[in-house]
């Protein structure tokens, strides 16, 4: 089997996949072979980005279903219409992040912290919880959540992100312990890509936000994508609770 249709027969769930780095992980998952249930917010957006998904002709089914991921009837709806639409729920992706608080922790606004981690956290696990009753806790899967390295190093700038992003890692690991070894969870942690997303991070211009970089560039989209189809695939098959960067060597300087 070609490494572009290893997901043959597997239906995905990914969550925030309107654009960035969640739309990239859906074509990903379409290209390896797999059926891809989208998720996100605003309907307007996600039903764009799953028209744009089918344009690209992989032939796997692509359904859309909009839903805030911190609402518990959304997800479970989300992990349900998953199941019954295309048979099985075999690759749960939780990439929906938050970020609305900058700057120092003494000024940072707790109830916007509070919703970092509902969203960034909280939700995330209650994903895993409905893919775990719904169909993994029987037949087994495999799961990805988005971190960031700024769960891995303090940055300053962007520290209730990172701290719901480390908390991220740590639930990975623990989940990775409890539910081996029919479902697989590695999280992966990613440097700055050029998302909307991440638009504050690279105001002073992308050269000057790259320079610090070993490989000089921003991440893409498909730089992490590639990473998660791996992860989700039979080839990393005894890889569980890991987070693996990916992050064009920027931890790999001893600064950020």
Known sequence: M?????LQGRNALVTGASRGIGKGIAAELLARGANVVVTARKPDPLDEAAKELRALGHGGQVIAMAGNSGDADARQDAVARTVSELGSLDILINNTGINPVYGTLMEADLDAVRKIFDVNVVAALGYVQEAYRAWMGEHGGSIVNLASV???RSTGVIAAYGASKAALIRLTEELAWQLGPK????????????????????AAGEDQASSIYPMKRLGTPEDVAGLVGFLVSDAAEWITGETVRVDGGLLATGSF
Do not use: H, Q, S, Y
Not at 2 to 6: A, G, I, L, W, Y
């Open 2 to 6: 070609t490494r572009e249709k290893d």
């Open 183 to 202: 479902i697989r969870v590695n999280a992966v942690a990613p440097g700055v890509v050029k998302t909307k997303f991440a638009a504050a991070l690279v």
């Open 150 to 152: 700024a769960g891995i």
